[in-house]
């Protein structure tokens, strides 16, 4: 059974910093694209970064990629997402997605793997 289950989630002050992770099992996902999303509340769940199979090419919703890092440790089926100078606007739930396709898409449909999600919450 494949799964993805994220960590790393928590309670932060505004400009302080979270790195969370997914953990793959049941299959690997290192030729494949896999991404973070994020719905806060009264929202769409929305893209938030990508990365490509073979972890080079990456992508990020507009106004992140200044404070938001993705990456992946092959050897470990795990995907990071490293979060800095947080906002209250950050303030969501964070999940992982994986899709059977080594190039990100931006859209929610796309993918075909989700995890539980994590609670990412920064007081002002």
């Known amino acids: 059974q494949v799964q993805l289950a994220e960590s790393g989630g928590g309670l932060v002050q505004a400009g302080g910093s979270l790195r969370l992770s997914c953990v793959a099992s049941g299959r690997t996902f290192n030729r494949d694209a896999m991404a973070w999303f994020r719905e806060a509340p009264g929202k769409e769940r929305a893209f938030v970064a990508g990365?490509?199979?073979?972890?080079?090419?990456?992508d990020y919703a507009v106004g992140l990629r200044d404070r938001f890092t993705i990456s992946r440790d092959i050897a470990k089926d795990t995907l990071y997402l490293q979060m800095n100078n947080l906002k209250p606007e950050d303030t969501a739930v964070y999940y992982c997605a994986a899709r059977d396709n080594m190039y990100v898409a931006r859209t929610r449909a796309s993918y075909d793997y989700w995890g539980q999600g994590t609670q990412v919450t920064v007081s002002s």
């Open positions: 990365i490509w199979g073979g972890g080079v090419n990456r």
